[in-house]
């Protein structure tokens, strides 16, 4: 998985439903203890998970949900062989 690339597509995306998505990003990592190259896919769905419950605090519930889909659409495409692993695809 590449990482990085799944943060700056994210983070491109998500800025669209409010500019605050960029900063929520970035502190959920550094509260996780992470860089943007260290996410594994199991890690990005507990990255996920924080991000999605502060968004859904600081710009609502249904944004919240949009950026949490838009989110594993992304880690969906940078790591297929791991949802084919657990047969999700």
Do not use: H
């Not at 970035?26 to 860089?35: R, W």
């Not at 199991?42 to 998970?49: D, G, Q, T």
């Not at 600081?58 to 989110?71: R, S």
């Amino acid at each position: 998985m590449n990482s990085a690339r799944f943060m700056e597509r994210v983070e491109q995306k998500g800025v669209v439903l409010s500019p605050a998505v960029k900063k929520i990003l970035a502190l959920q990592l550094k509260n996780m203890g992470l860089t943007r190259d260290m996410l594994t896919p199991k890690l990005a769905e507990e990255y996920i998970a924080r991000v999605v419950s502060a968004a859904s605090f600081v710009i609502g519930p249904e944004a919240g949900m949009a950026l949490k889909n838009l989110m594993y659409r992304e880690l969906r495409a940078e790591a297929p062989e791991y949802f084919a692993a657990m047969g999700l695809l």
